[in-house]
């Protein structure tokens, strides 16, 4: 029972005895969608967190076909390979509107970019065919608005939670043997994000 006590009392003293303490100024963000960034608080009320990401992802395919040609049966495959590499960056500005206790909340406008390169190469054993590899590049542009909210549960170490919308302009850029046709599209929806802060320094 006493144990019990002891660890609700602890619970309900934690955030006041977090928003006693000095909150370091810099911090290691790891966050989702998938990211890695740092939080630098500039002043009280200010803050910027920028963030890199990178996916690689490889796909292959073997379609087999058999058929009949009149003089016995033939079998071709097909095998499609395809690898993918992206990378991202942005910037978050983060403008803090209220604060109480360990809790802040915050508004967020962010910028990003990111480019990503996929390889497509398809080989077959058909004679005298001979594909040859098409590469498409992807450009993506977004802006986005948001609001968010951040617990200090420990000096070192908080919790942070974000939604708003978004705006992003995607330019694809096929490199076919045979010509090149860029295709532009856009977007705008909710965005939405969380992570975990890990402060460094006194």
Not at 78 to 106: C, W
Not at 116 to 129: M, R
């Amino acid at each position: 029972m006493r144990c019990a006590v002891l660890f609700v009392t602890t619970l309900l003293l934690l955030p006041r005895a977090a928003a006693a303490q000095d909150t370091p100024r810099f911090g290691i963000v790891m966050g989702y969608p998938a990211q890695a960034g740092l939080l630098w608080r500039i002043v009280d009320r200010v803050a910027i967190r920028p963030e890199v990401n990178w996916t690689r992802s490889t796909f292959e395919a073997v379609t087999t076909s058999t058929f009949f040609n009149g003089t016995g049966i033939t079998t071709t495959s097909v095998t499609t390979t395809s690898e993918s590499n992206a990378v991202g960056t942005g910037v978050t500005a983060l403008i803090y509107v209220s604060r109480r206790d360990a809790l802040r909340t915050y508004l967020a406008p962010r910028i990003a970019y990111s480019r990503s390169k996929t390889s497509n190469d398809v080989s077959t054993s058909i004679a005298n065919v001979v594909p040859a590899a098409i590469e498409t590049a992807t450009s993506t542009y977004a802006v986005s608005g948001s609001l968010g909210a951040e617990f200090t549960m420990a000096k070192h170490f908080g919790i942070f939670g974000e939604v708003g919308v978004q705006y992003g302009r995607n330019t694809l850029s096929p490199n076919a043997p045979l010509g090149r046709s860029d295709t532009t599209q856009t977007s705008i929806g909710l965005r939405s994000g969380a992570g975990v802060i890990l402060f460094f320094g006194s």
